[in-house]
């Protein structure tokens, strides 16, 4: 299970740090990844991070200003965003691979997806 939090109102230029906590399996298990739906569209990659970190992928839209950083012993995973802008607002979601095949911006290639967390980004 995928409990993602800590999204909320953001101020343009700042910063803001969402956490995807797994629990019933440990996190080193798997691929983990965020995606964003904003409304009226369709669900879309931001980042992903391989099983040990060693790996980073993200989206074009947001390589320079998001990190995808992990915590295994803490069972957590991390978006840090830093100078948002109003187009990143959405519903951020977590999600994980234990399969570890596809590509990484893939939809289908997640098992399991957290609950979703609003991120608002205000000019």
């Known amino acids: 299970q995928l409990q993602a939090s800590g999204g909320g109102l953001a101020q343009a230029g700042g910063s803001l740090r969402l956490s995807c906590a797994a629990s019933?399996?440990?996190?080193?298990?798997?691929?983990m990844g965020w995606f964003r739906q904003a409304p009226g569209k369709e669900r879309e990659f931001v980042a992903a991070i391989s099983r040990t970190g060693g790996n980073v992928y993200y989206a074009d839209s947001v390589k320079g200003r998001f990190t995808i950083p992990r915590d295994n012993a803490k069972n957590t995973m991390y978006l840090q965003m830093s100078s948002p802008k109003s187009e990143d607002t959405a519903v951020y979601y977590c999600?994980?691979?234990?399969?570890?095949?596809?590509?990484?911006?893939?939809?289908?290639?997640?098992?399991?997806w957290g609950q979703g967390t609003l991120v608002t980004v205000s000019s």
């Open positions: 019933g399996r440990a996190l080193s298990s798997y691929v």
């Open positions: 999600a994980a691979d234990q399969d570890g095949g596809g590509n990484y911006d893939s939809l289908g290639r997640y098992d399991y």
